[in-house]
């Protein structure tokens, strides 16, 4: 009877054994495993959205005139320099004449040569014509007189224009302001010659009207097909980095640039300088207005990044609301192809064990912080951010029952 007892004393022993493993096991995975996971959210709130394009650019004149010469000599005057105001047909600047001034009185001795040949010819001609009706001279004589004459006539014409150049020459010694503007460079000094053999030189640069500007933008391949024309733009320059200025995009050029690879397209930004203080050249950081929203209903972009650790119990898409402890590779492919749609995901049982719901939702515009939700959430929704564990601050490792996943001391 004693050893009856006794093997019924280590049967009840080994009853006890397994309900205290089973119990423990219980608690650690109720509580270790899901406990152990801690989750950040954040509220869906309404507010203003502005999605801009950012680029770089170059403020520049609208209107910019290169002045140059169109013959070689010696600056003899120079009647302007930097940022002197200018009127349409002002002489700026002069060319030594001398030698196109001697180039005019060789033309005019040419042409006048010219002409006494002519008066010579035309009486040889009378004169011939009077013999060849009296039969005093042959048919062929007749005819050089003709020829000599009209030869003289055709001379008479090349002195002239000859002449007609020399002086167009002579004129192109005073150099000119093709248009009403603001100097902005001068590239010679007084007593400087200037070659034009092959390439008209510059001498000047006259900006037309610095109280209106343009900038040159830069804007990338993959944000161009956003951008129209008529968007309201705000920039900033270095010079005055708590300023922000305003213009409009005017033209979206169609002339690609490539750069190391990167294909970027010409924008056209319209900018009003009534103060004058964008200079030429300046760089401009341009945020081109694409879409507004005003009372949106956002989300922070966290959100949308956010995917649940391995260890993470969520809710699936079957029926009954079956959980699954990794999710990951799921969510990744719900919504291929869609790319208005995403999965953000929302708090679900209790805080001793918390399980994440899955939601799909549509987005809109985004400014890079905050997202546009347009379908799929409500005003005040909890959509989780990141996750984080007891005694382990703020870090956003997930937790593994099985060892590997708790941090090393």
Same mark, same amino acid.
């Given at each position: 009877m004693p050893e009856k007892s006794s093997g019924g004393g280590w049967k009840w022993i080994w009853i006890v054994v397994v309900l205290a493993l089973g119990a423990g096991g219980y608690f650690y995975f109720r509580h270790a495993g899901g406990s152990a996971l801690s989750f950040n959210t954040v509220a869906v709130t309404r507010g203003d959205l502005t999605a801009t394009v950012t680029a770089t650019g170059t403020l520049n004149p609208v209107v910019n005139v290169t002045v140059g010469s169109q013959v070689s000599g010696r600056i003899s005057v120079l009647n302007v320099d930097y940022n002197s105001v200018v009127k349409s047909n002002q002489i700026i600047a002069e060319i030594d004449p001398a030698t196109y001034e001697a180039a005019v009185e060789q033309s005019e001795a040419d042409l006048a040569n010219a002409k006494a040949n002519l008066e010579l010819q035309q009486v040889e001609y009378d004169r011939s014509a009077e013999l060849f009706t009296n039969k005093l001279i042959s048919g062929s004589d007749f005819d050089t007189a003709r020829a000599t004459l009209d030869e003289a006539e055709a001379t008479v014409k090349i002195k002239k224009a000859s002449l007609d150049n020399s002086l167009v020459n002579l004129n192109y010694c005073k150099i000119l302001s093709p248009v009403d503007g603001v100097v902005i460079s001068r590239a010679v000094e007084l007593g400087q010659t200037v070659a034009s053999s092959f390439n008209t030189p510059t001498i000047f640069q006259i900006a037309n009207d $610095?109280?209106?500007?343009?900038?040159?933008?830069? #804007?990338?391949?993959?944000? /161009?097909?956003? *951008?129209?024309?008529?968007? @309201?733009?705000?920039?900033?320059?270095?010079? %005055? +980095? =708590?300023?922000?200025?305003?213009?409009? *995009?005017?033209? /979206?050029? =169609? @002339?690609? @640039?490539?750069? =190391? =690879? #990167? *294909?970027t397209y010409d924008t056209v930004i319209s900018v009003t300088n009534a103060d004058y203080k964008l200079k030429p050249g300046m760089t401009a950081n341009v945020s081109i207005i694409v879409a507004q929203r005003e009372d949106a209903l956002k989300i922070s972009n966290v959100a949308l990044r956010f995917r649940p650790p391995d260890n993470a119990v969520v809710l699936t898409n079957a029926?009954?609301?079956?959980?699954?402890?990794?999710?990951?590779?799921?969510?990744?492919?719900?919504?291929?192809? !869609?790319?208005? !749609? !995403?999965?953000? %995901? $929302? $708090?679900?049982?209790?805080?001793?064990? +918390? #399980?994440?719901? +899955?939601?799909? *939702?549509?987005?809109?515009?985004?400014d890079g912080i905050f997202t546009e939700i347009t379908d799929g959430l409500q005003e005040g929704d909890k959509v989780v951010t990141g996750v984080t564990q007891p005694g382990a601050g703020n870090s956003a490792s997930s937790s593994s029952p099985f060892g590997g996943g708790f941090p090393r001391h």
């Open positions: $610095l109280t209106k500007m343009q900038i040159d933008a830069n #804007v990338a391949e993959a944000d /161009v097909g956003g *951008v129209v024309e008529g968007q @309201s733009v705000e920039f900033t320059v270095d010079a %005055y +980095p =708590n300023r922000t200025f305003q213009g409009e *995009v005017t033209q /979206v050029r =169609n @002339s690609p @640039s490539t750069v =190391n =690879n #990167v *294909v029926v009954g609301g079956a959980a699954q402890t990794n999710a990951v590779a799921g969510s990744k492919v719900q919504h291929k192809g !869609r790319h208005d !749609r !995403r999965t953000v %995901y $929302l $708090l679900a049982g209790d805080e001793g064990a +918390p #399980v994440l719901k +899955p939601v799909s *939702v549509k987005i809109g515009i985004t």
